[in-house]
């Protein structure tokens, strides 16, 4: 391999591409042992139901089955969650969902699994279901736990919304639906876990939260959670739907019940579907008032989340959606009101952009019917009301750190896509319309008030002299290992045959938060920063003892090597590796996140996650066409601009905003979970539509640098925000052509054929 | 377990099938495999077609363009013939599936599936093609058409294959068009197609007219009252409206998870008006 510096700032290729690219690299589902055991689930497919038996006597007899486990069977509360535990392992007297789990089998091969979980016999008695959140929210609704429907209602309030409408120009109003999302991630949940000997679990699972799944197992299964040990490997896909126990408990609970034999699960992509989360499936309703100029007054808002039967993060997401729900705008008076709400749906949870894409459809729909009404231009009210530094934005907080909104504005406005839209609008061939829409966006990067984001980072000089990192948040391809090599490197004047990186493994690393909320780079990345120059440190301080110098003078760290400049002295990273113990040879250091610190009206509202103190920013352009016969439109071109503070990596910078607007044009274009009676219709790639090679156009990635000076090299996350964008600038771009908004996504080919028909347009 | 035969030449192909009278012959493998995922009947052997070359040729013979069943898509893509004689046909196999799927397919895989949804056919049924059917005792021919029987029927009986299928070399039609509407750009099933041949005047009346519509009926759907308002006319929005309106109220489409049916109605009929626009 050839040995490249590694420096940050510069597009490398990532440090692990080779391995990546040749099939070394092990993910998750890669990993067996001998005499495995293959469990598999009985899931109900049955919205709501109470269980009247579960006989699993033919089962039980078939040979090949090592065992088959039910409710009774699970010690402990029997309840998974991360942070509301409510979400039975098994399920015993009520099914809530039609993914819930009943039975685990435990058998020889793939085939007896199979069999045998057919031959499972479930006896359930339906009951009533509810699919609606807005109906599930009615005094005479179906309950879907004894306590209700409401998980939670939520105001953020600032100002004084409700007298300042009157005081508005304009006012304007409208209504906006999104489906649940499905992450769509290539390698679907697995794992693989074994008891032992010691009564320890291991578990080598594809995860995001490797230490915190130690918590919602022990809680769940009544263990302690430092008898669980975690190996998380690069993931095949993550975007928050392994952000929370999917696999987990039940392997867990498998293991328990496997005489020490190694159990494997791995979901099939219908039972991916099916049993997975979603993203939250909203209805928002927008009130906007503003003054003539464009400047907004007051923003009143109503979201309703269906978060399924059970919350997994549904509270936090929804924290997060309405705290962004004004956008990146100086807003003075703001009410926005939230539900989040029990139904009979598939579970909707974690997922990239965290209820703030859905939001964003709403509020930057309304920027643009404003800029009509106002006879504005839709860059002109966004440039005028975009959040500065030293503002307040929408949910009462000040920003005090990089706040890059404006300057991504400015370069889209700018830019020649932008410059050349009416020209490129004009050459429409027949029946087909063009139009340009554009969205500004942010997302807020960390967990906000409540619950501590924090990092430990661990770097050790091994014996054989490379500097070994260990990295405790999951790599689930957005590429945050290779930017700690980068930072290593860096600091520590290293090239890659010096540095290796270990993947999270909880029995060798040190506990940190989870790979989510654009966070895994910026806090885990400044603890390294501090182990790295403790470690610089010390091998300089080491190194002056050998060469009996005084002090540390003259000494350079370089590949490999410590030298000392003014006599050309060196001493071998190998041999310090030898002469010191390894209890020596290491740093540890810790992060935490710094936080908001206004005193806020609304800030009770939320136990945790609310709210943030730092946000990335990013405006966003699609040339969009329509073809008038079909509906079917197309993105023929797409820019966006980022801020991120500094970049690590400006390759991987741009692969991540790349990723985010392919998986946002599938969220505008094509993909919707449909359900009826709460089962999922398309549980698969046949009929879940995701975007292919040929349905995305060129992307053009710019990035605007700030500093953002609490930053590690002054980065911030922006894994999430480019996935806000690109639905409501592509509706904004079919408003454009057509002249008639759609506000219900996924904008598919049939709904713009009917708002085209709507509009007499064909015939 | 199962067997599975990979004859080299007709000769042993009829003694595989003479040996296992219950085997399942097979191409490409593309829509089998789909199959296996709905359970798929165990034991039964497998007779793969796929290695016996005469079945993969393309040719003209005489007034008609010759197509193997064996012929994949890709095959049929880099084809001049296909490209230069039967350009609907072209146009329809270039945007099956992904380049995986145009790789193992094959055109007589697509048509004893006999989807409503198989693009091949609606070209082959604008075409009139014939599809010509082998057994061991010999060999007959029946027009698509009456080959289809409906959606996954065919007039396949046991111990037959389709060896081929033989197309009339479109004369002096200066329109030959294909349109494939699917939920994205690739990889995706039809809800509605067009395939459309015409021989217009230099004044652009239209003089004579074939068009088959898939996805919008359980079998591919044509219109002859449709033809019959084109013909004799200019081609035209107007003309073409009016044949668009009798189209939607012919059809039978069905609603599914991909599409409803009003929108494939639409569509069926919008279809005709994109002919207006081609040069
Ligand atoms: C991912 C994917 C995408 C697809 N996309 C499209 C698409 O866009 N458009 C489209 O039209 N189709 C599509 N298909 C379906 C399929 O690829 C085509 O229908 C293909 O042409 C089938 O050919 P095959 O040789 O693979 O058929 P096979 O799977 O080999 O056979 C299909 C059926 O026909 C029978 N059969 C095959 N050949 C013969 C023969 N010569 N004589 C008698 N019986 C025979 C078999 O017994 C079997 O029942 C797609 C399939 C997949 C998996």
């Known amino acids: 391999m050839k040995t490249t510096m590694i420096e940050v700032g510069y597009p490398a290729a990532r440090f692990d591409a080779r391995s990546k690219v040749s099939g070394e690299e092990k993910f998750a589902i890669d990993y067996s042992r001998e005499a495995i055991l293959w469990a598999g689930a009985r899931r109900a497919a049955m919205a709501h139901a109470m269980v009247r038996g579960i006989d699993t006597s033919r089962a039980r007899a078939l040979p090949g089955v090592h065992a088959v486990l039910t409710r009774e069977d699970v010690p402990g509360t029997n309840r998974q969650g991360i942070i509301h535990k409510d979400q039975p392992v098994l399920a015993g007297s009520r099914v809530r969902h039609c993914g819930e789990p009943l039975a685990l089998v435990l058998a020889e091969d793939r085939d007896v699994l199979e069999k045998a ?33 409401l998980l939670h209602k939520a105001v953020i309030k600032v100002g004084d919304a409700g007298g300042a409408f009157d005081r508005c120009d304009v006012v304007i109003e409208d209504s906006f639906e999104v489906p649940g999302q499905d992450h769509a991630f290539l390698e679907p949940q697995n794992g693989l876990a074994w008891q032992r000997e010691d009564g320890r679990i291991s578990m080598i699972v594809s995860t995001q939260a490797p230490f915190r799944d130690r918590f919602e197992i022990a809680h769940a299964l009544g263990l302690d959670p430092g008898a669980i040990h975690i190996v998380s490997p690069c993931l095949g896909g993550g975007f928050g739907g392994k952000d929370g126990a999917t696999v987990q408990c039940l392997l867990a609970l498998g293991a328990m019940r496997a005489g020490g034999r190694p159990v494997k699960m791995v979901w099939g992509r219908e039972e991916s579907f099916n049993a997975g989360y979603k993203r939250h499936p909203v209805r928002m309703w927008y009130r906007v008032g503003a003054m003539r100029d464009g400047t907004l007054q007051c923003i009143h808002c109503k979201l309703i989340y269906d978060t399924g039967p059970y919350a997994h993060l549904g509270v936090e997401v929804m924290a997060l959606g309405m705290e962004h729900a004004c956008g990146p705008y100086r807003v003075p008076n703001t009410l926005v009101e939230g539900w989040c709400v029990h139904t009979n749906n598939p579970v909707s949870g974690a997922m990239r952009g965290f209820g703030v894409c859905q939001a964003t459809f709403g509020i930057e729909s309304m920027m643009d019917l404003l800029a009509s009404k106002l006879g504005m231009s839709r860059l002109d009210i966004r440039l005028k009301n975009a959040l500065r530094r030293g503002d307040k934005n929408g949910a009462g907080i000040t920003l005090v750190n990089s706040t890059g909104i404006l300057p991504c504005l400015e370069t889209l406005g700018g830019h020649r896509l932008f410059q050349e839209s009416e020209q490129w609008k004009k050459l429409a061939g027949p029946y087909k319309k063009r139009g340009v829409g554009i969205a500004a966006t942010w997302n807020a990067i960390g967990y906000g008030r409540g619950l501590p984001d924090s990092a430990i980072a661990r770097v ?233 090679s040929m349905d995305v156009p060129d992307i053009t990635s710019l990035c605007v640098e700030t500093e953002e000076t609490t930053g590690p090299f002054g980065m911030k996350g922006i894994g999430e925000v480019g996935m806000n964008a690109p639905l409501p600038a592509i509706a904004g771009g079919v408003e454009d052509a057509l002249g008639c908004r759609i506000n219900r996504s996924p904008l598919t080919a049939a709904r713009v054929l009917a708002a085209l028909d709507a509009r007499g347009v064909n015939r | ?155 396949l009986q046991k111990a037959e294959i389709v060896s081929a299928v033989r197309i009339p070399k479109p004369q002096g039609l200066n329109l030959q068009h294909f349109e494939k509407v699917g939920l994205r750009s690739a990889l995706a099933c039809s809800v509605a197609s067009l395939a459309a041949l015409a021989r217009l005047s230099p004044d652009r009346v239209v003089e004579e007219v074939s068009l088959a519509w898939g996805s919008v009926a359980p079998t591919v759907f044509t219109c002859p009252q449709a033809e019959e308002t084109l013909v004799g006319r200019p081609l035209c929005a107007a003309s073409l409206r009016e044949a668009a309106e009798i189209v939607r109220h012919r059809v039978r489409p069905i609603s599914d998870v991909r599409a409803d049916a009003e929108y494939r109605r639409t569509v069926a009929g919008n279809l005709l008006l994109r002919l207006g626009t081609l040069s």
């Not at chain 1, 699919?131 to 005094?139: I, K, M, Q, V, W």
């Open chain 1, 117 to 149: 979980l057919g031959m499972i016999e479930v006896d359930l008695e339906p009951l009533e279901a509810v699919f609606d959140a807005a109906e599930a929210l009615g005094a005479d609704a179906v309950r879907v736990h004894e306590s209700g429907n």
């Open chain 1, 460 to 692: 050790e000089l091994t014996r054989e002299g490379k500097i070994r990192i260990y990295s405790s948040v999951s790599d689930m391809g957005q590429g945050n290992s290779s930017a700690f090599v980068q930072m290593a490197g860096q600091i520590l004047t290293q090239d890659a045959s010096h540095l290796e990186i270990i993947q999270p493994d909880t029995d060798l690393a040190h506990p940190s938060g989870s790979s989510s909320a654009g966070r895994t780079t910026y806090t885990f990345g400044n603890a390294l920063i501090a182990a790295c120059e403790e470690m610089k440190e010390k091998l300089l301080h080491r190194a002056s003892l050998l060469l009996m110098l005084d002090e540390p003078a003259g000494l350079a760290l370089l590949p490999g090597i410590i030298k000392h400049l003014p006599s050309g002295r060196e001493i071998p990273f190998d041999l310090l590796g030898r002469l010191f113990p390894e209890s020596d040879r290491m740093a540890v250091k810790q992060f935490v996140m710094p936080v908001a610190r206004d005193t806020l009206e609304s800030e009770n509202e939320f136990k945790l996650g609310f709210p943030h103190l730092l946000f990335s920013y990013g405006a966003h352009l699609a040339y969009v066409e329509v073809d008038e016969l079909t509906g079917k439109t197309e993105v023929k071109e797409y820019l966006c601009v980022t801020e991120g503070g500094r970049v690590i990596n400006p390759a991987c910078f741009d692969q991540q905003v790349h990723g985010a607007v392919v998986q946002g044009l599938g969220y505008g274009l094509m993909e919707e979970v449909l359900t009826r009676q709460g089962k999922i219709l398309n549980p698969n790639f046949t009929n879940y539509i995701i975007p292919t």
């Open chain 2, 1 to 155: 377990m199962r067997d599975v035969f990979l004859p080299r030449s007709l000769e042993k192909l009829w003694t595989y099938l003479d040996e296992s009278p219950g085997a399942l012959v097979f191409a490409g493998g593309t829509d089998l495999l789909v199959k296996t995922f709905n359970g798929f009947p165990e034991g039964e052997a497998l007779v793969c077609l796929d290695r016996i070359d005469e079945l993969k040729e393309i040719c003209q013979q005489g007034e008609s363009i010759w197509i193997g069943a064996c012929a994949t898509h890709s095959g049929m893509v880099a084809s001049r013939l296909v490209r230069n004689t039967l350009p609907a046909l072209w146009k329809a196999v270039g945007e099956i599936g992904s380049p995986p799927v145009r790789n193992m397919g094959t055109i007589g895989g697509n048509i004893c599936t006999a989807s409503p949804a198989g693009d091949t056919l609606p070209p082959l049924y604008a075409m009139k093609a014939e599809v010509e059917i082998l057994c061991r005792e010999g060999a007959r021919r029946l027009p698509i058409a009456q080959f289809i029987h409906g959606p996954g029927a065919t007039g």
